[in-house]
Structure formats: structure tokens, C-alpha cells
């Protein structure tokens, strides 16, 4: 239960003075909440910027784009002349050294004459503009009396806002929200705020809402630093808690005589590198041992994921354990049935496809089969988890390109069997920084060599305009034989429409290339995918337009031309990974970016780095650079939660000493019942990862 003591944060907005019906709907909206939006939602949602009114300059000094806060007195005013209401009310007003016009459009007569009455002396703030040489403030920010201005704040919090909502109110239901923090007990540690000057929670917040200088709002200014680390805290605390829960001792070591994976090895056409071994060992030592295993293999697009998750397949197998692998899409179950199928060839390891797509009798064959534990390894998407399918012992469950599950599914991939080993495959470099705050101190082996043999790809950048002369050069290429991928954007949350989008470009590029041009794409039923996918294998068809259902793991190794239609469209991860799917053969291979214009230097960018580099782990590091975190991974298909104070670009060097202070913690004190304990539970709460208490308590 949550301690009643956090009660006013998790109140809802609507309980604050000032905020009815209305208003808590425009809350929710704004700050996105699934939920009716609370206090603390609020609280996190931090200023974007500030307005600085601290320039005090006399109005002889004032330059034009300043925002200035001036002292004059009102001398006379000019409202529009009767019949030309659309001319603005001026104000004007002096002081010392010159003139100030003050002017308000649609103006209400008798406000402006209480709020600027002649003869008195007024406090004014906000842009100074120069129109026709003279100095103008156009609908003054304040227009205040000297009592008045001793109690405004000069500088002054600006708020991400959403239609109908603006700054003020935002502003002020802040200041009220504020006043409800209740005193909480210090969960960091004293000698680290301390040593580092951080405030406690409460001035934190405070400080960065009501800033009384530019300093107390700087990202790496104390007040923000202690809040960003009060959540990456949170994070890794969570994820440490979840992780000591799923290590919990398993009794169940997979130890194997190495006899299945000798065998394996030997029927392999190729030796495997240096990294596939280390990571194959990794697995062998994490599998021996009698706490679960949870590692993360990452590997560049070819790098050879499929023969390392096969090798603990058939490590599993020799503790006489079964495995299942889950991929994100049915195509690529299917290509990794085939590939495990053919690489596992002599082994003896039975392996079974799952999908949504094997019906009645076969289905039934299979279940048993899965059952009795003939079937060693079954490959599926992840209705093989959601679904009655018994295992006669699981041991081991491999999901391949996790970013696209959520960690739920991770979790109750788990829970499908007794203590199952978990290996994670992901073909998305992920760079360090974001493996520790997705991940925590999940284990990790990389791929980092690409199999021998493979050519690097030529990378072009074209102008949608040129689609003529693209498509000439595709003509040429198709006729010397070559393999050719287009594929089309999604443009749009609907699949139907990214659907017409691409049948568009097969109906034109198939009057120019007749029965050589196929399509493929998500809303054709599984047969007619991979019937599109099979007669590309085998050279049938020759240009294959498709959507990004060719995203992941397609095997085609005689395609060597790629086109993106629409690259501006793609994040730099999935351009990578679409680029994965040539070069691969034996011919040098091109990719052809074309966009349509103008590009942003942001987009242009993008677009320069996948023509400068192949390296999937500088991409993602670049990627993370100009985007922020939450695109990498994909955040929004993943449902793993992005921060809301934390930026990773000024708070990463904070994620080691939190993940550190972490691991201590639940060293030292596992059940968070000590002091310090009791209080970090207040933490977990109030950034909504008390899903880890109740993991203690189940423990
Ligand atoms: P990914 O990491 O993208 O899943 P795959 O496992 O699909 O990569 O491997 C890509 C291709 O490289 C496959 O055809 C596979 O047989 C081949 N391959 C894997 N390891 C090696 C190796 N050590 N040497 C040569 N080819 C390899
Ligand atoms: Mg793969």
C-alpha cells in the first residue's frame, strides 16, 4: 500500500483550487496521462524555458527584441478612431530619456484605462519593437504598479502548453501544486547530496518551477540534476529489484556434455568468429549456472545472431531441455525455422514453426508434439506465449529483436516455464547509455565482427525529383540480372494507407517492368507473403516493393539494390536495418536514400551519417545524438517508459553512480525495509515504478 503521506501527489489535478471539469480535461490532454492526471504528472511536467524580465534599462537604452521590464509614466491615450475598430489602442508613455507606445489590437477600452490611467507611473514588461522609428511594446506581458511589481517574479517559467491551455494557467496551477508537497523523508543518500550541493526533493521541484535566476533551471544546475537523478534512481532500482527477482537461485542448471553443440558446429559451412564464440561461451557459463539467465546479444544486421541463439538451443538440449525462440513478425519466424532447420541439419534437434497461421490437425501434431518434448526447438511470434501451448520443460526462451516487446512480454515470456533461461537477440545497436536505463545491469555480448566475405554498401542520396533517372538506373540493374528491393514508408498510423502507398508505387514501376515487379506488404495473409517472399528468393520476381515488413531478418542474398522511398520518413535505426537486407552476397551492393525535399538540417543529417557509416553502433550513438532517447529504441512500440525530467543527453553521467547506488542498495538491503529503504519505496512510487514493491513482497 502506498504510504498515505504521498496522498496529496497522487491526488488528481482536478482537486487542485482553480482547476474544474474543464480544465482537468485540457490537464489530461497535455500531460498525457492514460488515467485522470495527478499532481506529481503535473509536477514532472518542467518548464521548456524561461522568460528572463530582469533588463531594467531605461527606455533610451532599450533595443529592439529585448524583452525589458521599463518603468514610465502614461501620458495619453489613443484609442482607434470611431469606425476603424480593427486599429490597435495605443498608450503612449515616457520616461526620462524617450517614448514608449504601448499597443494593444481588439483592446478592451475600459480594462486598458483602469490598468494605465494618464499621470501615473506604471511597471511595464515585454518586447521592445521599433515601428516606423518609434520604440512600441505590442500587448505588454505586465503592466503593473510599483506595489505590484515588488512581488512579480522576473523570471518566469515557460511551459510546453497544448491548445486552450496556456502558460498562466499552467503556470499557476503549478504554484498551487507546489504548495501541496508534503514533507518527505530524504531517500538519497546525505553524503552524495552533500558533496554535490543537491537540494532536497521538494526545493528541487520548487526551484526549477519558480526559478529566481537562469542557473536554477539549468539542466546540469543542482535542482534538475537532483530530480533527473531521483529518476534514473528510480529506474535502476526497479529494474535491479526485477532482476534479483527473476536471478533468484533456479535450481536448475543447464549443464550439457557439448555433444549436441559439437555436432552443430561440425555441420556448419562456415567457422563461426571470434565474437559469435564469446558470446556462444558467455551463454554455456550463464546456462551452467543456478540462477536464471538474462543476456543481451547484440549484433549488427548479419552479424550471425541466428547460429549463437542455436548454440544455446542446442545446450539446452543436451541438459534435455526445450527452447523456444520468438520473433516479432511471422515472416521471421518462418526464415528462422528455415535457417535453424538448415544449420542444425545432423544434429538431430527437432524443430516446429507456431504461428497463428498453423491450424486444426498440423497444429494439433504440433502442440503434442511440443508436449511430449520431441520437438526440441519451436520458433513462433508471440502468440506462442499467449496461448495454451505446454511445454514438456522449457528451459530456455530466446526473443529475437526485443525492442519491438515490451518489457511485459518479457516478463511473462518468463513465466511460461520453471526458471527459464532468457536470451535477448536485438539487431538494433543499442548504445551503452540506453542498455543501462532500458536494461539495468542486464548481461550483454556483442557481435561486433561481420562474417567474413561481406562487401560494403554504396549509400546514395537522391532527390525524390530525380525518380526518372532512379528509375532508368533500376532498369539497368534489373537488367544485368541483379535483385532489387523498394521499399515504401509508413506514412501513416493505418496500415491500409501505407498500403496504398505502396501499391501505388507497384502499379507504376509495373508498367515499366511488367511481371518482374511483386509486392509485399503487412496486410496480405501470411501464404501470399511468403509466396511474395519465395519467388524474390528465387529470382521469379526481380523487384520486390514492399512496406517495412522486410524490416527484419529476411534472408536474401543475391538482392544488391536497395531503394528507400521517402527516407526522410525513417528513423536512422530502421534505415539501418532495411540496409542490412543487401549486401550480403557476393556482388557490391547499393542503397539509393531517395527523399523528398526540402530536408531539414536535422533530416539532412540523418540522411548524411547512413551514406558516412555502416556501423550500426555509431548510427544508434548519432541517432540518440540529434533525436533524443525515446526514437531508438521506438519507446512508443515497446512501451517502455521514457523520462520525464531525466535527459539523457545532460544526465547520462549520472546513470552509472545511480545504477551503482542501485546495486548497493539492494545488496545491502534487499527488501527495502531499513531507513533508507522505507523512503526509496516513496521514490518508486512516485515515478510509477512501485511494480517492483510488489515484487518484493510476491518474493
Ligand atoms: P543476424 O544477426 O542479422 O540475425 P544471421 O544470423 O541471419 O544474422 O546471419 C546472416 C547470415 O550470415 C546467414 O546467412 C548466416 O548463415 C551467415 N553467417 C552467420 N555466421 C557466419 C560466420 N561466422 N561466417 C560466415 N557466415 C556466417
Ligand atoms: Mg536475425
Redesign the pocket.
Known sequence: MRPTRLDPLFAPVGTLKGVGPKLDALFKRLLGTDGPPRVVDLLFHLPSGLIDRRARPTLAEARAGEIVTVEVTIDRHRPPPPGKSRAPYRVLSSDETGDLALVWFHAHRARIEQMAPVGETRIVSGTIELFDGMRQMVHPDRVVTLEQAAGMPLIEPVYPMTEGLGGALIRRTCETALARLPKLIEWQDRHHLDRRAWPDFATALRTVHMPAAPEDFAADGPAWSRLAYDELLANQLALGLVRANLRRPAGRRNVGDGSVRARVEAG??????GS?QRAIADIAADMAADTRMLRLIQ???????????LMACAAAAEAGRQSALMAPTEILAR?HAK?LT??ASGSGLEIAVLTGREKGQERQRILARLETGETSIVVGTHALFQETVRFHDLGLAVI?EQHRFGVHQRLALAAKGEAVDLLV?T?TPIPRTLVLTYFGDMDSSQ?T?K???RKPVDTRIIALERLGEVIDAIGRAIEAGRQVYWVCPLVAESEEIDMAAAEERYATLGQRFGARVDLIHGQMKGADKDAAMLRFQRGDSQLLVATTVIEV?V?V?AASVMVIDHAERFGLAQLHQLR?RIG?GETASTCILLYKGPLGEVARKRLDIMRETEDGFRIAEEDLKLRGEGDVLGTKQSGMPGFRLAQLEHHSGLLETARNDARLVIETDPKLTGARGEALRDLLYLFGRDEAIRLIKAG
Open positions: 556448419l559451412p562456415f567457422r563461426l568468429t559469435q549484433g549488427d544486421v548479419g552479424s550471425g545472431k541466428t547460429v549463437v541463439a526464415q535457417t538448415a544449420l529475437d537477440m539487431a557481435l565482427e562474417p567474413a566475405g531478418g534472408d542474398p542490412g550480403r
